[in-house]
């Protein structure tokens, strides 16, 4: 190993820094497919340049590459920086823009492994929380997801990192018009641009055409999974557990055409039946859930109620949206006295909810006393996981990834009977699935209609509706009291409702210890971890 060799050439680092790999970590020369290697190559002058001021300026100093999931464009590039920071003598300055934080740290991680298999490297790189730090030179990357005004004024800037362009939301735009007007201002200053294929109605697909006709960017787009290291095997088992459209979209690098990819035409248009009609509540052999999504005033808000039966198909029992005007805010008021409406309707078993905005709503209509008189016996039919009448379900990863999974499935599997619902309908037609570091969501784009108002509801009412029609586990806790005995005594009551909930809380928490004793022995080591942050 010859640090002034790697100064002097690309190409010396390249096959000298070692790479991770499922056995023993390996120089990346060795190792890397043609793709990367031509990728690499055409920016290289560049990246060279950024340590050997010297040089005259290259012509191309962009770099747009569209590769499928799995093919190391973010590593790619993250291993260039790392290039720059540790062997340019002059302080230089960078920025790794993702959608968000899972994306940026994804970045940050992969300079953190080259760290941890590179001795020499790490004695040279210092990673301090959201940045990485050449302390001797003070060259730094920072990596953000920083809103736009933060992003003017970046004039001595010198790599842009536009990292997974395709997952970045609508206002992305004005935040990719901010970070590259700054990089135009710097002289000799390095882009890269990176994506999977995503839609083509999308100002993402406006800006990888402008790039591909622009002889000043590289641009590349792998055609399909090329990558030797992904085999036809871990490509089959994604298959299985993914809509065709989403899998060649994230896989194959597949660009749709529009709309969205989580669900197909024709399983969607499977679900609804033009005999149907919006349910009564009286019908017979039917239990009913209930699933809010609340927006005040940019957002619409919706609530889907869906009728589980004894056997058969999930059925859609009642919806309604309500739009906000311009100036105005939804009427809560209303949208509590709704609730409470469906609930004498259809004795709703739960309401579950996504606890943005609705925590106080929620508060209020758990506190009503007829469902306080309820709610042991409902804790005793249909307990564990949903105790509560409200049941509050935040956007954390493993509830994202549930509501994909059961949506998908159960469309797949024709698990519904729908009255015509044209809202809904068009809300799951335009399902995107979305890859983050977890797993996958599914997300909506944002349009005239609203922003998959009513399609968060069904998907949040589906969490219960799917464990009721036992598609899935569902805990229950053995009657303590019978809630008819006129004998029992309030405090007997009370005291019945207290040893359920303390059962409940019992079996939640040996899950949890269960679920973190797996995440210690199956999850490698985290950036924090390695580097005592």
């Not at 729908?418 to 983050?436: A, I």
Request: net charge negative; hydrophobic share 40%.
């Amino acid at each position: 190993m010859n640090l002034q060799q790697m100064h002097d050439s690309l190409d010396a680092y390249l096959a000298t820094v070692r790479i991770e790999t499922d056995a023993e970590p390996r120089p990346f020369s060795e190792l890397a497919d043609p793709f990367q290697l031509a990728d690499i190559r055409t920016i290289a002058p560049a990246v060279e340049h950024l340590i050997h001021a010297n040089t005259p300026v290259p012509d191309v100093r962009r770099a747009w590459w569209v590769r499928p999931r799995g093919h190391a464009k973010t590593a790619d590039v993250a291993m260039l920086v790392a290039y720059v920071l540790a062997f340019s003598r002059r302080r230089r300055r960078g920025i790794w823009v993702a959608a968000d934080q899972q994306q940026g740290c994804e970045g940050l991680d992969s300079i953190a492994t080259l760290c941890r298999h590179n001795k020499w490297l790490s004695q040279m790189l210092t990673i301090q929380g959201s940045r990485v730090l050449n302390k001797r030179t003070k060259s730094v990357m920072d990596f953000t997801t920083s809103d736009v005004m933060s992003a003017f004024g970046r004039k001595d800037t010198d790599i842009f990192c536009f990292d997974e362009v395709t997952h970045w939301p609508l206002k992305g735009e004005d935040l990719w018009t901010a970070m590259y007007s700054a990089a135009g201002k710097r002289a000799g200053a390095v882009v890269f641009a990176l994506m999977n294929a995503g839609f083509a109605d999308t100002f993402q697909r406006r800006l990888r055409d402008i790039a591909e006709a622009d002889p000043n960017w590289a641009f590349s787009e792998l055609p399909d999974a090329v990558a030797t290291w992904i085999s036809a095997e871990q490509l089959a088992d994604q298959h299985k557990y993914l809509p065709t459209i989403a899998f060649d979209r994230l896989w194959r690098n597949q660009w749709s055409t529009a709309g969205g990819d989580a669900l197909t035409e024709e399983d969607v248009n499977a679900a609804f039946q033009e005999d149907l009609q919006p349910m009564t509540g009286n019908e017979k052999g039917f239990r009913f859930v209930a699933g809010v999504d609340l927006g005040l005033t940019r957002d619409f808000s919706a609530v889907i109620v869906l009728a589980v039966p004894e056997g058969g198909r999930i059925r859609l029992a009642h919806h309604k949206v309500w739009k906000p005007t311009p100036g105005k805010k939804v009427d809560l008021l209303d949208v509590e006295r709704h609730i409470l409406e469906l609930d004498q309707k259809f004795n709703l078993e739960n309401v579950i909810f996504d606890p943005w905005q609705m925590e106080h709503l929620a508060q209020r209509l758990e506190a009503d006393t007829q469902h306080l008189h309820r709610k042991s016996k409902r804790r005793k039919e249909h307990s564990g996981r949903w105790g509560s009448w409200m049941c509050e379900v935040p956007p954390t990863a493993s509830n994202l990834r549930e509501q994909a999974s059961i949506t998908i499935e159960s469309f797949q599997d024709r698990r519904f009977q729908f009255y015509p619902c044209e809202p809904l309908r068009r809300d799951l037609l335009k399902l995107r699935v979305e890859e983050k570091s977890y797993g996958f969501r599914l997300t909506s784009p944002r349009d005239g209609e609203g922003h998959g108002d009513l399609v968060s509801a069904f998907t949040l009412a589906l969490l219960i509706a799917h464990e009721l029609a036992g598609e899935g586990p569902m805990r229950g806790v053995e009657s303590l009291v019978d809630d008819d005995d006129p004998n029992l005594s309030t405090f007997d009551r009370a005291w019945a409702d207290f040893e359920i909930t303390k059962q409940q809380y019992d079996e939640e928490q040996r899950d949890m210890r269960r679920s973190d004793r797996m995440e210690d022995t199956g999850t490698s080591e985290s950036v924090a971890d390695l580097f005592g942050l």
